[in-house]
């Protein structure tokens, strides 16, 4: 078969021994960062793109490194989640109620246990669903013009927004001004200089690692400068093991909530977090009185674990197919492979087999290596909690500045740095979602130059973007899900609809 | 609705919407010349002011309650902060990067609370060991210092 053919390809990609200790250094490092709080995987994958450009890796060998990264900070962020009831990411956050009650209870060791099987399976079903639905997408979307393609973005702006964020308008918001920043800078096709207010650094448009690592790290630190940072804490850790009985017990649960984790990852704008959340919500009324959870129920750490993991691989699907990353993270893999010459969407299977089949391959191993290192290595990485936060933050910072610096050799994106640093905090706290602007800003431009194509071939008439059936699909899939949430509200309570709607 | 509580996405709204009309404008003041497709630098920044300031009206119209701002206290805080990364941008080419790295760890961990001293120490020990781990290990430059006759 193909794809058996394909993947083995794939293994002698993921199995050399460079990309072997890539992929091992991306789960390390991704640990790392899903353990302490106060550096998400956005930030984390933004502060690791520039070392993939000075190590002067192949697009394979980055991209590698990068997803090892993100799937490992999917896995560390529930350690602090069950020892110190702190969420290390966002998508740990309901993996404390359970979690941290079972810890309470002397079972962090059964916690710990569950969330690295769970996340195990998770990933490994999620790998082996991308590998069998990633090529057959991809042969559709190769019929793909530029008309569909900018049907295709609106429709993945159009969930982003819906999805992302309490507030559909806050999220529109952020999006188009992500859009707008795509636009500083050169004209790609007549060359004029747009909205650079004739300061020439702006000329070759703002760097998404320099926006990034802005947006995401830099108000971090301000949001913790203002929480203080949590104080340092010393867990036990005991003993990490799980019963055969506790394993089976959970099982259903871990494949159901895979399954709902790699559905919601696929869909752009939803992600690991809310993958998290709707898998407990479902498992709590699914279980009903059989459960109890919020009391220290192990299923209710098995949920929320496995759908995270799941949801990171479903993410791969639109990124890898489509080229439409469907996550803050995502975008910065989208941003970081285009800047080392390969173009993600539906041509990369044919084009860049090494690239696809590499990464697919190298989530298998990275998942065994998660495992591994995990569950034996989970005291040592609890040991670096104790690690001040006055020391801990600003050595994060001057890291970060490297990676900013580093883009072009040119201090001046070290104050477009510091600007989005304080946007990102003032996005935070009115509640703006801050991903979206970073996929507008990675897509804006092949959004303009699809729609400049689409106008090029119709002779600038406007129909021809809703002339064939698949555009007109995604045009009104694009307007339901704007206007779906707004009108069923109507209709349904609003509690109701915040867990049935996702 | 027009509860007081509600003034700050208001205000957002305005300014967005202010944001989206100055866009806009801009746009509409690009000097063209031989076009090489129909449709030309403008319209792509015209779809985009029209969206935003729609959806500026809709926050505007449809405001979340306002949120708890952080205390007056830290505002001198936050303006260290970003004072000082402002500073660092005009400052690493001239000092270099130990120098100043060292002086913004230093500010930065006294701000989370530890002795200048620790900070100070803590900084320029880990300056230096990334410093040359960059420079010497990965080869990516950094400014070594203007000031101190070392180039770049």
């Given at each position: 078969?193909?794809?058996?053919?394909?993947?083995?390809?794939?293994?002698?990609?993921?199995?050399q021994?460079v990309?072997?200790?890539?992929?091992f250094?991306g789960?390390?490092?991704?640990?790392?960062?899903?353990?302490?709080?106060?550096?998400?995987?956005?930030s984390?994958?933004?502060?690791?793109?520039?070392?993939?450009?000075?190590?002067?890796?192949?697009?394979?060998s980055?991209?590698?490194?990068?997803?090892g990264?993100?799937?490992?900070?999917?896995?560390?962020?529930s350690?602090?989640?069950?020892?110190?009831?702190?969420?290390g990411?966002?998508?740990?956050?309901?993996?404390?109620?359970d979690g941290?009650?079972?810890?309470?209870?002397?079972?962090?060791?059964?916690?710990?246990?569950?969330?690295?099987?769970?996340?195990?399976?998770?990933?490994?079903?999620?790998v082996?669903a991308l590998?069998?639905?990633?090529?057959?997408?991809?042969?559709?979307?190769?019929?793909?013009?530029?008309?569909?393609?900018?049907?295709?973005?609106?429709?993945?702006?159009?969930?982003?927004?819906?999805?992302?964020?309490?507030?559909?308008a806050?999220?529109?918001?952020?999006?188009?001004?992500g859009?707008l920043?795509?636009?500083?800078?050169?004209d790609?096709?007549?060359?004029?200089?747009?909205?650079?207010?004739g300061?020439?650094?702006?000329?070759?448009?703002?760097?998404?690692?320099?926006?990034?690592?802005?947006?995401?790290?830099?108000?971090?630190?301000?949001?913790?400068?203002?929480?203080?940072?949590?104080?340092?804490?010393?867990?036990?850790?005991?003993?990490v093991?799980?019963?055969?009985?506790?394993?089976?017990?959970?099982?259903?649960t871990?494949?159901?909530?895979?399954?709902?984790?790699?559905?919601?990852?696929?869909?752009?704008?939803?992600?690991a977090?809310?993958?998290?959340?709707?898998?407990?919500?479902?498992?709590?009324?699914?279980?009903?009185?059989?459960?109890?959870?919020g009391?220290?129920?192990i299923?209710?750490?098995?949920?929320?674990e496995?759908?995270?993991n799941?949801?990171?691989?479903?993410?791969?699907?639109?990124?890898?197919t489509?080229?439409?990353?469907?996550?803050?993270?995502?975008?910065?893999?989208?941003?970081?492979?285009?800047?080392?010459?390969?173009t993600?969407?539906?041509?990369?299977?044919?084009?860049?087999?090494?690239?696809?089949w590499?990464?697919?391959?190298?989530?298998?191993?990275?998942?065994?290596?998660?495992l591994l290192?995990?569950?034996p290595?989970v005291?040592?990485?609890?040991?670096?909690?104790a690690v001040p936060?006055?020391?801990?933050?600003?050595?994060v910072?001057?890291?970060?500045?490297?990676?900013v610096?580093?883009?072009?050799?040119n201090?001046?994106?070290?104050?477009?740095?510091?600007?989005?640093g304080?946007?990102?905090?003032?996005?935070?706290?009115?509640?703006?979602?801050?991903?979206p602007?970073?996929l507008?800003?990675?897509l804006?431009?092949?959004?303009?130059?699809?729609?400049?194509r689409?106008?090029?071939?119709?002779?600038?008439d406007?129909?021809?973007?809703?002339?064939s059936?698949?555009a007109?699909?995604?045009w009104?899939?694009?307007?339901?899900?704007?206007?779906?949430?707004?009108?069923?509200?109507?209709?349904?309570k609003?509690?109701?609809?915040?867990?049935?709607e996702? | 609705m027009?509860n007081?509580?509600?003034?700050t996405?208001?205000?957002?709204?305005?300014?967005?919407l202010?944001l989206?009309i100055?866009y806009?404008?801009?746009?509409?003041?690009?000097?063209?010349?031989?076009l090489?497709d129909?449709?030309?630098p403008?319209?792509?920044?015209?779809l985009?002011?029209i969206?935003?300031a729609?959806?500026?009206?809709?926050?505007?119209?449809?405001p979340?309650?306002?949120?708890?701002?952080?205390p007056?206290?830290?505002?001198l805080?936050?303006g260290?902060?970003?004072?000082?990364?402002?500073?660092?941008?005009?400052?690493?080419?001239?000092?270099g990067?130990?120098?100043?790295?060292?002086?913004e760890?230093?500010?930065?961990?006294v701000?989370?609370?530890?002795?200048w001293?620790?900070?100070l120490?803590?900084?320029?020990?880990?300056?230096?060991?990334?410093?040359?781990?960059?420079?010497?290990g990965l080869?990516?430059?950094?400014p070594?210092?203007?000031?101190?006759?070392l180039g770049r």
């Amino acid at each position: 078969m193909d794809i058996l053919q394909a993947l083995a390809n794939g293994f002698e990609v993921a199995l050399q021994p460079v990309n072997l200790l890539l992929v091992f250094v991306g789960c390390l490092v991704g640990t790392l960062i899903g353990v302490l709080p106060g550096i998400g995987p956005i930030s984390g994958v933004a502060l690791l793109v520039p070392l993939t450009f000075a190590l002067k890796l192949t697009p394979e060998s980055a991209i590698i490194l990068l997803a090892g990264i993100y799937y490992g900070a999917m896995y560390g962020g529930s350690t602090t989640s069950i020892l110190l009831n702190i969420p290390g990411e966002t998508s740990s956050v309901v993996t404390t109620l359970d979690g941290n009650q079972m810890a309470r209870q002397g079972r962090a060791g059964a916690a710990l246990a569950i969330s690295a099987w769970g996340s195990f399976i998770a990933g490994t079903l999620s790998v082996l669903a991308l590998m069998l639905l990633g090529p057959l997408l991809a042969q559709w979307a190769i019929r793909f013009g530029p008309a569909e393609y900018f049907a295709l973005m609106v429709f993945g702006f159009s969930t982003l927004s819906a999805l992302a964020g309490k507030n559909m308008a806050k999220a529109l918001l952020a999006t188009l001004f992500g859009l707008l920043l795509s636009t500083v800078g050169q004209d790609p096709q007549s060359g004029m200089s747009r909205f650079t207010f004739g300061l020439l650094q702006l000329e070759d448009g703002m760097d998404f690692l320099v926006v990034a690592i802005g947006l995401f790290a830099v108000s971090e630190v301000l949001m913790i400068l203002q929480d203080k940072a949590p104080p340092a804490v010393q867990a036990t850790v005991g003993r990490v093991y799980l019963s055969l009985k506790e394993f089976t017990f959970s099982l259903l649960t871990i494949l159901r909530s895979s399954i709902l984790g790699f559905v919601i990852g696929v869909l752009p704008g939803a992600g690991a977090s809310i993958a998290s959340f709707v898998a407990y919500t479902v498992e709590k009324r699914l279980l009903g009185s059989r459960a109890r959870f919020g009391q220290g129920d192990i299923r209710g750490v098995a949920a929320p674990e496995s759908a995270n993991n799941a949801a990171a691989g479903g993410a791969m699907i639109p990124l890898l197919t489509l080229g439409l990353p469907g996550s803050g993270t995502t975008a910065i893999m989208l941003g970081a492979l285009v800047s080392l010459g390969v173009t993600p969407g539906p041509q990369m299977f044919q084009q860049h087999p090494n690239v696809v089949w590499g990464l697919i391959a190298s989530m298998y191993v990275g998942n065994a290596m998660l495992l591994l290192l995990n569950l034996p290595l989970v005291g040592l990485f609890v040991r670096l909690l104790a690690v001040p936060s006055w020391f801990l933050i600003p050595a994060v910072l001057a890291v970060s500045f490297i990676g900013v610096y580093a883009v072009n050799n040119n201090p001046f994106d070290l104050l477009l740095m510091t600007v989005f640093g304080l946007v990102g905090y003032v996005m935070r706290r009115l509640d703006f979602p801050l991903a979206p602007v970073l996929l507008g800003l990675v897509l804006g431009y092949l959004m303009e130059v699809n729609l400049r194509r689409a106008m090029a071939i119709s002779n600038g008439d406007v129909g021809f973007l809703f002339s064939s059936p698949i555009a007109i699909v995604l045009w009104v899939l694009a307007g339901l899900s704007l206007f779906a949430p707004t009108l069923l509200s109507r209709f349904v309570k609003r509690g109701a609809l915040g867990d049935d709607e996702i | 609705m027009s509860n007081p509580t509600h003034r700050t996405d208001r205000i957002v709204g305005v300014l967005l919407l202010l944001l989206s009309i100055a866009y806009g404008w801009t746009a509409s003041r690009f000097e063209v010349g031989m076009l090489s497709d129909p449709v030309g630098p403008k319209p792509f920044p015209y779809l985009i002011a029209i969206c935003t300031a729609v959806a500026s009206l809709w926050l505007i119209l449809r405001p979340d309650p306002d949120p708890q701002w952080p205390p007056v206290s830290f505002w001198l805080p936050l303006g260290l902060v970003l004072g000082s990364l402002v500073a660092y941008a005009y400052l690493l080419v001239p000092l270099g990067f130990i120098v100043v790295t060292t002086l913004e760890m230093a500010l930065l961990a006294v701000l989370f609370g530890a002795r200048w001293w620790q900070g100070l120490a803590a900084g320029l020990a880990f300056s230096l060991v990334v410093y040359f781990l960059f420079t010497a290990g990965l080869n990516v430059p950094l400014p070594a210092g203007k000031i101190w006759g070392l180039g770049r």
